[in-house]
């Protein structure tokens, strides 16, 4: 048997997938009890703090570190640090670690790195989104990973493609299907330099996003340039339109991207 990891590898066939599969960490009985129930208190604590953005951030900025090439950063946990929350794209962050921490100690058995993925999991669930699966079993890494990794607002898209693709091992589709989690907050001058939310519900999980790019720039919602250069690109652009049309189609790959980014580094593939 050889163990295969999902990121970074070149293009396999789908005869060849075929006979792949999944292999996550086997936890107890116990661990399992404990995320279901950490899961029904973080859906009470989004609900009533109306905090998902900020969750969604939480996770995404934890696994969005994830360097294919040293298999450095990532979703472990490290966000705990002081260090990494100290990073200029973390700016803000602390306030979702601060709302988690009664129920973080409630559930100290669970590890930082299930526990802040598991946040945004619920966050996209409770506001509206698709369920994303969701394969606890990470463990905590020692230290954060160096700055830098996380995507420019304020660039186009071959610095998405760098930082989503050559970085992380993701795909083109995934980049546009994660880009629509923007439906979810808004920015804040003091945190990132910009102002405003992307569509008019920032606590409504759907396709506004898409629709919203394609109909121009609005008094009072945000475009970034990570935003409009979707449209500009031949193979962005067709994708932004089919999720803008098809909110079902977007739910299906926007849970698909989710998970391979809250599982970079994490899971293996098993051929036999």
């Known amino acids: 048997k050889v163990l295969v990891f999902t990121s970074c590898q070149p293009p396999i066939s789908q005869k060849i997938l075929a006979k792949m599969t999944k292999s996550y960490p086997t936890v107890s009985e116990d661990y399992?009890?404990?995320?279901?129930?950490?899961?029904?208190?973080?859906?009470?604590?989004?609900?009533?703090?109306n905090c998902a953005p900020i969750m969604?951030?939480?996770?995404?900025?934890?696994?969005?570190t994830f360097d294919c090439a040293s298999r450095t950063g990532g979703p472990?946990?490290?966000?705990?640090?002081?260090?990494?929350q100290g990073h200029g794209a973390n700016s803000g962050i602390h306030i979702a670690l601060r709302l988690l921490e009664p129920i973080r100690e409630q559930f100290s058995t669970i590890s930082f790195a299930d526990f802040?993925?598991?946040?945004?999991?619920?966050?996209?669930?409770?506001?509206g989104g698709p369920e994303i699966p969701f394969h606890p079993g990470r463990e905590d890494k020692p230290q954060p990973p160096p700055e830098g990794r996380l995507p420019?607002?304020?660039k186009g898209c071959d610095h998405l493609r760098?930082?989503?693709?050559?970085?992380?091992?993701?795909?083109?589709?995934d980049i546009v299907a994660l880009s629509g989690a923007h439906t979810l907050g808004r920015c804040h001058k003091d945190r990132s330099g910009f102002e405003g939310a992307w569509t008019s519900n920032p606590l409504i999980f759907d396709n506004s996003y898409f629709k919203e790019l394609l109909s121009g720039e609005k008094e009072g919602l945000l475009q970034l340039v990570s935003d409009k250069a979707l449209l500009d690109d031949p193979v962005f652009r067709p994708l932004v339109e089919k999720y803008a049309a098809d909110e079902e189609a977007f739910f299906a790959?926007?849970?698909?991207?989710?998970?391979?980014?809250s599982e970079l580094g994490y899971v293996f593939m098993n051929f036999s």
């Open 32 to 49: 399992q009890k404990a995320i279901e129930k950490c899961k029904r208190k973080l859906r009470g604590l989004i609900a009533e703090k």
């Open 56 to 64: 969604v951030r939480l996770a995404w900025h934890s696994a969005g």
């Open 76 to 84: 472990f946990g490290t966000m705990r640090f002081d260090a990494e």
């Open 116 to 127: 802040h993925q598991l946040a945004g999991v619920v966050a996209v669930e409770v506001t």
């Open 152 to 154: 420019d607002a304020t």
């Open 162 to 173: 760098q930082v989503f693709t050559k970085q992380m091992g993701l795909s083109d589709k």
């Open 253 to 261: 790959d926007y849970a698909e991207a989710h998970l391979k980014l």
